[in-house]
């Protein structure tokens, strides 16, 4: 009799895995365009020029294909994965450092009821919720999107990620994740060395109700305790808060941000052939205060305008950069998408950044035309 009951338990149980509501979608962007682009002036004192014409990758959206799945598990928990790829379209070369999945790869479990847990390789939450409402261009458009002028917000990308998020109760989701390392494989921690590993932590909350959107977000990142070169980027916490908000009077859509971030820079900052940093800025001692406005307006049925101005302001220039004179760096932008159907657009944008990477003189220009389809 046991093993009767028991035999029919495991069919019961099969039965109910093989009736699992199970899906798999591909998806993707594919975006190219035209565009010219200069930066000029002088870096250190030493004179800058460089110019380029020609084909223009993700323009408006980062070129993407990826795989995303969920298995409804019962009692409305859900199992939930994303394999994203990020690629450039004029080469066909992985982008992301030439990493598989380099835009996500998580896996994770997801309800209704207590929110979604999700874990691997992921963007932060300042990316996530301050970035859509501080500024029209969000994340996306190039030299235009908010993170020139919000390093947190750059679509900033921790590997060995757990982030946790709410549900919507009436409009409010928060969000809080934690890095364990930021950039490559977790190392062993030996015992009375130095902390090898670079980790971050992550949160912010998000209202969305109505035409009114808003967004508060924290991001610290530990330096590890490595020799690393320069010295001073060992054992550095680098802090960035950001406020953002957004309103739609229908007519025109509003957006607005404040933020500041200490000890350096959550992101690097590259301009053509003139970079600083890579993964992030460590610099002890550093402050900068940023700072956007932004509109967006419907243009006739299809169409939509967007103009954006940003500010990163060096209130201090911390160890890195002592004597120096770090100034404002400002971005202009303006931007058109108009819809040539319900996954298929094009886009122009237009963008002048000064004092580029804090720089005395040095200027960014580009200009571009696009196609995106989604799919």
């Known amino acids: 009799?046991?093993?009767?009951?028991?035999?029919?338990?495991?069919?019961?149980?099969?039965?109910?895995?093989?009736?699992?509501?199970?899906?798999?979608?591909?998806?993707?962007?594919?975006?190219?365009?035209?565009?010219?682009?200069?930066?000029?002036?002088?870096?250190?004192?030493?004179?800058y020029k460089g110019t380029r014409t020609g084909a223009l990758s993700g323009g408006q959206s980062?070129?993407?294909?990826?795989?995303?799945?969920?298995?409804?598990?019962?009692?409305?928990?859900?199992?939930?994965?994303?394999?994203?790829?990020?690629?450039?379209?004029?080469?066909?070369?992985?982008?992301?450092?030439?990493?598989?999945?380099?835009?996500?790869?998580?896996?994770?479990?997801?309800?209704?009821?207590?929110?979604?847990?999700?874990?691997?390789?992921?963007t932060n939450i300042a990316s996530k919720y301050f970035a859509r409402v501080a500024s029209p261009f969000g994340t996306d458009f190039s030299d235009a999107r908010v993170g020139t002028t919000f390093g947190a917000a750059d679509s900033l990308r921790y590997d060995n990620m757990v982030m946790y998020q709410t549900p919507n109760f009436a409009g409010f989701q928060f969000g809080l994740g934690y890095s364990f390392n930021t950039n490559g494989n977790q190392s062993f921690k030996q015992s009375g060395s130095a902390q090898p590993n670079t980790r971050a932590w992550t949160t912010g909350l998000r209202y969305a109700n109505g035409p009114l959107a808003a967004a508060l977000t924290y991001d610290q990142l530990k330096t590890n305790g490595l020799n690393t070169t320069p010295v001073n980027d060992r054992d550095v916490s680098i802090k960035s808060w950001n406020l953002g908000a957004s309103y739609d009077f229908e007519v025109v859509k509003v957006h607005a941000g404040f933020g500041q971030a200490r000890n350096g820079w959550l992101s690097g900052i590259e301009y053509a052939?003139?970079?600083?940093?890579?993964?992030?800025?460590?610099?002890?001692?550093?402050?900068?205060?940023?700072?956007?406005?932004?509109?967006?307006?419907?243009?006739?049925?299809?169409?939509?305008?967007?103009?954006?101005?940003?500010?990163?302001?060096?209130?201090?220039?911390?160890?890195?950069f002592t004597g120096q004179n770090l100034d404002k760096q400002q971005a202009y932008s303006i931007g058109y998408t108009y819809a040539l159907s319900k996954r298929t657009n094009v886009y122009a944008l237009g963008s002048y950044i000064k004092h580029v990477a804090f720089q005395e003189d040095l200027k960014a220009t580009q200009v571009g035309v696009g196609i995106r389809h989604q799919f």
């Open 273 to 320: 052939d003139f970079e600083l940093g890579d993964a992030y800025v460590a610099n002890d001692g550093m402050k900068v205060n940023s700072y956007t406005l932004g509109l967006s307006a419907p243009v006739g049925a299809n169409g939509t305008v967007m103009a954006s101005w940003g500010m990163a302001d060096p209130r201090s220039n911390g160890v890195q």
């Open 1 to 47: 009799m046991k093993k009767s009951l028991l035999v029919a338990a495991l069919i019961a149980g099969f039965a109910g895995a093989a009736n699992a509501e199970t899906s798999v979608t591909l998806y993707g962007i594919v975006d190219g365009g035209i565009a010219y682009e200069r930066v000029k002036g002088t870096v250190n004192g030493a004179d």
């Open 62 to 122: 980062s070129n993407r294909w990826g795989l995303k799945g969920t298995e409804d598990l019962g009692n409305g928990l859900q199992a939930v994965f994303v394999l994203e790829n990020g690629f450039n379209l004029g080469t066909g070369q992985a982008s992301q450092n030439n990493r598989m999945f380099g835009r996500q790869a998580t896996i994770g479990l997801k309800s209704d009821a207590w929110g979604q847990l999700d874990l691997g390789r992921q």
